[in-house]
């Protein structure tokens, strides 16, 4: 196995094209071919890539993927990636996860997501090899502090795999906007796992889509939060 970063087209497609095979086994509306964002190809004011998509290779096959996003970057006064977008994220809570981790205020924080692994290398190995190489790159470019949006179970999980995330309470799904109940939604069993369970004629035709906000907020507040901000310090996985 290789870690790699995806700094050619070729393999930037084949990592996004493993994210809509395997994302498309669980989700409506993901691309057959390609799944990106506009994440992937937004740009820090000197010019440099936002997010670093990485992989792990296996005999040329890409069997894993992630992508690693610079969520606050106080040399630019940056704050961006999904999870702070997706929260209810101020510079308060920002300043509250920093202390609670131990990172300074001028030490950039990267998110990891877009997480994917291919079903025919389901091997705890292959996470570790790739938080180890996330790790690694982390250290490299003076990231204090990886955070991750995920569910209580999926860390547990990564504990059991020497990963230990360590969970942020006070974080909490920004609910208050009309494009953030949709994201959850199309991402409901992460964001609300038992929604499918309670309702599932909102996926029947995709009816959920055409229901307006007050709608969606009304069915999302009898929900909890399903999906959690958790972080981790590039030592902590190195260890």
């Known amino acids: 196995m290789k870690f790699l970063i995806a700094d050619t087209l070729h393999l930037r497609r084949a990592c996004y094209a493993l994210r809509a095979e395997e994302y498309g086994k669980y989700y409506n509306n993901i691309p057959e071919d390609y799944f990106c964002d506009d ?4 740009q820090l004011p000197n010019g440099d890539c936002l997010s670093t998509t990485v992989l792990i290779e296996e005999d040329d096959d890409v069997i894993a993927t992630a992508r690693v996003v610079f969520a606050s970057y106080p040399d630019y006064n940056l704050i961006a990636g999904e999870s702070f977008k997706l929260l209810n994220t101020d510079e308060e ?3 509250k996860l920093r202390q609670t981790s131990g990172v300074d205020n001028m030490t950039p924080i990267a998110e990891v997501g877009k997480l994917a692994v291919s079903h025919k290398y389901r091997d705890p190995k292959v996470i570790q090899y790739l938080f180890k190489g996330i790790g690694e790159l982390a250290k490299a470019r003076k990231i204090g502090l990886l ?3 995920i569910r209580p179970q999926i860390a547990t999980l990564s504990r ?6 360590i969970h ?3 974080a909490h799904l920004d609910r208050s906007t009309y494009e953030n109940m949709r994201y959850f939604f199309r991402f409901h069993d992460y964001f609300f796992p038992k929604l499918y369970k ?3 004629e909102l996926f029947h035709d995709n009816l959920w889509e055409y229901l307006p906000y ?6 999302a507040n009898q929900h909890k939060d399903g999906a959690q901000l958790y972080w981790v310090t590039p030592e902590m996985i190195l260890k």
């Open 168 to 170: 942020f309470p006070e």
């Open 160 to 165: 059991f795999m020497g990963i230990s995330h």
């Open 147 to 149: 955070i991750a949006l």
């Open 93 to 95: 809570m920002i300043s």
């Open 39 to 42: 994440i992937d190809i937004m």
């Open 214 to 219: 007050e709608e969606l907020l009304q069915i």
């Open 198 to 200: 309670e309702c599932p």
